[in-house]
């Protein structure tokens, strides 16, 4: 055979990229599972500090190696411990003897230290090709990016696809609105249980508030159920009079996907109509996304600043509240 014509190694196997693979991975995965919830943006911090984790070890083993490679393949080991931690320790913890609780921080830590220096240790002192090792590592790595990657363009697809139905589903009433109209306010008291219910599950009588409310001139619906456990679904559904299912075809009953739903939120039919009537609308931060009116006409969010205090005390915190109009 003639050794002139064996193919070059590839890069795959020359350089070890898969310590930041990994170190992207877990922050792409968590964000991409929770895009309903949260915006893309929400990760920026993770990932830069992931990544620069990444790098520092990879620098520090390299001075100490003088070898990418087993610099690489050690700062990856500690990259899979770290961020598998938690979720062993969620999975074990509940393992109990005779009430005793086998897998705790105690006693897991040691465990996961151990798993981490034991190979640590083989690779500091065997000096050995690893350029099989890097090229299955940098394939693994590429392959465990494709799953977010596809996930996050698919609920991006089918978010625009959802709002184009939830827009074509959802129309607005035609509303005569007098010369002057009163004041219409919305708030949601999310998660705050009905009276009978805190009386009953946690022995807390809340009828002064009730009746405050009433003598304020508030209708207070005693026996009152929502359609729906979730803030998302109970609101796509009341801003729009109607059950989210009726709304568009892509919301049956079973689904698990929230694709669209902001958009029955944040353009509802309740919001089109009063606004087409001559009213403005005007949104407080809530800190929640998918009910965040960010384009309404008057849109009012918190800022807070810690700056030292003239009380003597060494710091104080101010909460700014910020009113933006949007034209």
């Known amino acids: 055979m003639n050794l002139k014509h064996r193919s ?5 196997r020359i350089y070890p990229l ?30 830069f500090v992931s990544l620069s984790a990444a790098a520092f070890l990879v620098l520090i083993f390299r001075l100490i190696l003088h070898d990418w490679r087993r610099a690489a393949l050690i700062s990856t080991l500690i990259l899979i411990l770290f961020y598998s931690y938690g979720h062993v320790y969620i999975l074990l913890k509940g393992i109990n003897v005779n009430g005793l609780y086998l897998f705790r921080h105690r006693t897991l830590m040691p465990i996961w230290i151990g798993l981490g220096f034991f190979p640590a240790w083989q690779i500091f002192r065997k000096r050995i090709d690893l350029s099989a090792v890097t090229y299955i590592l940098n394939v693994v790595g590429l392959f465990l990016l494709i799953f977010p990657l596809f996930q996050l363009a698919s609920f991006s697809f089918q978010n625009k696809i959802s709002r184009a139905e939830a827009e074509k589903s959802t129309s607005a009433l035609n509303l005569r609105v007098e010369d002057e109209p009163p004041d219409i306010y919305y708030i949601i008291l ?11 599950e946690y022995g807390y009588d809340n009828s002064d508030f ?11 619906a005693d026996c009152s159920q929502s359609n729906y456990a979730q803030t998302q679904l109970s609101l796509s559904s009341s801003l729009n009079f109607n059950y989210i ?20 939120i944040k353009h509802s039919a309740v919001r089109e109509s009063l606004e087409k009537a001559g009213y403005k609308t005007v949104a407080f931060a809530t800190g929640f996304i998918a009910t965040e009116l960010t ?10 600043n810690i700056r030292p205090a003239d009380t003597g005390c060494q710091q104080s915190g101010r909460t700014e509240l910020r009113f933006r109009t949007v034209s």
């Open 210 to 220: 009730l009746n405050a409310l009433r003598d304020l001139g508030f209708y207070v």
């Open 18 to 47: 898969y310590p930041f693979i990994f170190a992207v991975y877990p922050i792409l995965a968590l964000l991409v599972f929770n895009l309903s919830e949260v915006s893309f943006s929400a990760g920026y911090r993770s990932l």
């Open 190 to 200: 999310d998660g705050y249980g009905r009276s009978d219910v805190l009386k009953n």
């Open 295 to 304: 384009d309404a006409d008057y849109y009012l969010a918190p800022q807070s």
């Open 245 to 264: 299912n009726d709304l568009t075809d892509h919301f049956m009953s079973g689904t698990d996907d929230r694709a669209g739903l902001d958009i029955l």
């Open 8 to 12: 070059k190694p590839s890069w795959m």
